[in-house]
């Protein structure tokens, strides 16, 4: 698996036994990170992408323990936070849309209260927990989230936390784990990240493998059965970009980009042809990069220059997700070695995962003796 990425591993070791919940196990969740392989941009006007998850992963460790606490670590970003479970008993229960938004606005305001407003991925742990936990049957617990996935980068850095959240607890209180239930919670968790999200990201992270995915009235998402799924290398740019300002740029110019968003949609199914059929997509990686470079505020000087510096190594590459920094990826074909690119791109100060999976299975509670 790729390396950790300087982000602190949770503490394995066995815990005290003495706090440990006498009637409840700890419960390991790993969860992918995804990358638009084809389609970005075009997809927000109708046109199919093609999604598959990577082998770079979120992992949420849920320890109950005997004392009515609710305990968050986060090492990657610093965060160690509690409550008593009881500063959720004056909530209303939910019930329905309406009693789930009212529920989350009260527990948003309490945490403001108690100046522990730290960020969603907090937010979220208690409000999936008023939503699961009956108020009778409350228990402490401790959760430790890892992340071996650069957050805003585009690969679904949110969905997996959501898509852990979901299965662990719902594991915890011996619920509804089935893929569909999982993934409908993690739906409800991103759009507390991100408003209106379009789904896709969250549906990857649940499922696994590849998927096409099409908007309309009722966005479409078909799982593709793929033989032999390419690897990549994911190279983070380590330039901020904002995805919201770079979508609203290119669409200003919609009309006169409607050709290339229809060129990009048909590479999408020749590259889902490809890929179902073991054919090489290196040609279709650096022509979709090429359409990308069109599309106003989505290329950078950093990404450019990681395209460039794959490209002379017989790495083809291209950027994923909304561009104007973030990750490019690229696509290691048959005998090529990446030893010697990985090494200049990270003395050009890039962060890069090499040898990445494609198609890997979606989240799942991690099994004893899982690497």
Same mark, same amino acid.
């Given at each position: 698996s790729p390396p950790d990425m300087g982000m602190s591993p949770p503490d394995m070791s066995p815990p005290d036994m003495a706090t440990l919940h006498p009637r409840r196990m700890q419960v390991k969740v790993r969860?992918?990170?995804?990358?638009?392989?084809? $389609?970005?941009h075009a997809s927000v006007y109708g046109e199919p992408s093609l999604v598959t998850t990577v082998s770079a992963y979120t992992q949420v460790v849920f320890e109950p323990v005997i004392e009515p606490i609710i305990h968050f670590e986060a090492p990657a970003f610093d965060f160690k936070l509690q409550c008593k479970v009881t500063l959720l008993d004056d909530v209303i229960p939910i019930t329905d849309e309406e009693s789930e938004r009212v529920a989350y606005d009260q527990i948003k305001h309490k945490l403001s209260q108690k100046q522990s407003f730290k960020g969603d991925s907090w937010f979220l742990l208690?409000?999936?927990?008023? &939503?699961?936990?009956?108020?009778?049957?409350?228990?402490?617990? &401790?959760?430790?989230?890892?992340?071996? @996935?650069?957050?805003?980068?585009? @690969?679904g850095s949110s969905a997996s936390y959501c898509c852990c959240l979901a299965l662990g607890l719902l594991t915890l209180c011996k619920q509804d784990t089935s893929p569909d239930n999982v993934n409908m919670l993690a739906y409800q968790g991103e759009k507390v990240f991100h408003g209106t999200p379009s789904g896709v990201d969250n549906t990857a992270c649940?499922?696994?493998?590849? @998927?096409?995915?099409? &908007?309309?009235k009722d966005p479409k998402f078909t799982r593709i059965p793929v033989p032999h799924p390419p690897r990549l290398l994911i190279v983070n740019s380590r330039e901020p970009h904002?995805?919201?300002?770079?979508? &609203?740029?290119?669409?200003?110019?919609?009309?006169?980009?409607?050709?290339?968003?229809?060129?990009? $949609?048909?590479?999408?199914?020749?590259?889902?042809?490809c890929v179902t059929h073991d054919q090489d997509i290196g040609t279709l990686i650096t022509e979709n990069q090429s359409l990308l470079k069109k599309l106003p505020g989505v290329q950078s000087r950093r990404t450019d220059q990681i395209v460039e510096m794959c490209g002379k190594r017989g790495v083809p590459a291209k950027i994923t997700g909304a561009g104007g920094g973030g990750v490019?990826?690229?696509?290691?074909?048959? $005998?090529?070695?990446?030893?010697?690119?990985?090494?200049?791109?990270?003395?050009?100060?890039?962060?890069?995962?090499?040898?990445?999976?494609?198609?890997?299975?979606?989240?799942h509670v991690v099994v004893e003796g899982e690497e």
């Open positions: 969860c992918p990170g995804k990358v638009i392989l084809f $389609g970005e208690l409000c999936f927990y008023h &939503k699961l936990v009956p108020l009778r049957d409350r228990f402490g617990v &401790k959760v430790t989230a890892t992340t071996q @996935l650069w957050p805003g980068s585009g @690969l649940t499922y696994g493998g590849y @998927l096409v995915y099409q &908007k309309n904002n995805t919201a300002s770079i979508v &609203k740029g290119v669409r200003a110019h919609r009309k006169a980009l409607s050709s290339t968003f229809q060129r990009i $949609g048909q590479i999408s199914l020749q590259g889902l042809d490019v990826i690229g696509v290691i074909r048959e $005998g090529v070695e990446v030893g010697v690119l990985e090494r200049e791109l990270t003395e050009a100060g890039f962060q890069v995962i090499r040898d990445i999976k494609t198609g890997v299975p979606g989240v």
